[in-house]
């Protein structure tokens, strides 16, 4: 499976609409996109309100099977992110997810927590610490997990496997 993760885009359309249109099993956006539910470009991800998203007709937490995997996608916001993965952690095995996907720090990083993988796709648009702007491709083979950064311009910035 491959999954394509972004974070944080904040109102750019066209950094969205060039990342969703790369071949991937699923497309996921942790929040922060500073558009409408409706939004055209919405349509084919799985997408969650983030702080800065002011319609409430996004959801701020949800899980989907893809594949083998049970993704869960959050912004972070509500979990504490930017001081500790622990609130975060329990939610995900409350939900029984294999893949916990979140954003709101622009920070870029996946780690393995007692089995489930966190990855925080970073921002397109609003980088911090020095870093680039990033998305995050994740692929899995059913016995680890690759998880690669590409820059705005598709160039890989960083590889963990998992």
Known sequence: MKFIVLSDSHG????????ISL??????????????ADH???????????????DTHLPAIFSVQAGD??????????????????ALSYAAAEQQATI??????????AEMIDG?????PGSTTQPRGLRE??????????????VSFYNMQHKLVEQTIC
């Open 69 to 86: 995997e049970k993704v869960m996608v959050v912004h972070g916001h509500e979990h504490g992110v930017k001081n500790s993965l622990l």
């Open 100 to 109: 916990t996907l979140f954003g709101h720090s622009h920070l870029y990083g």
């Open 12 to 19: 750019d359309t066209t950094t969205v609409e060039e990342i």
């Open 23 to 36: 071949p991937a099993d699923a497309v996921f956006h942790c929040g922060d996109s500073e558009l409408p």
């Open 133 to 146: 702007a990033t998305y995050a491709v994740i692929e899995t083979n059913n016995e680890e997990y690759l």
């Open 116 to 120: 489930i993988l966190f990855v925080n």
């Open 40 to 54: 055209p470009l919405l349509a084919n991800l799985h997408i969650v309100r983030g702080n800065c998203d002011l």
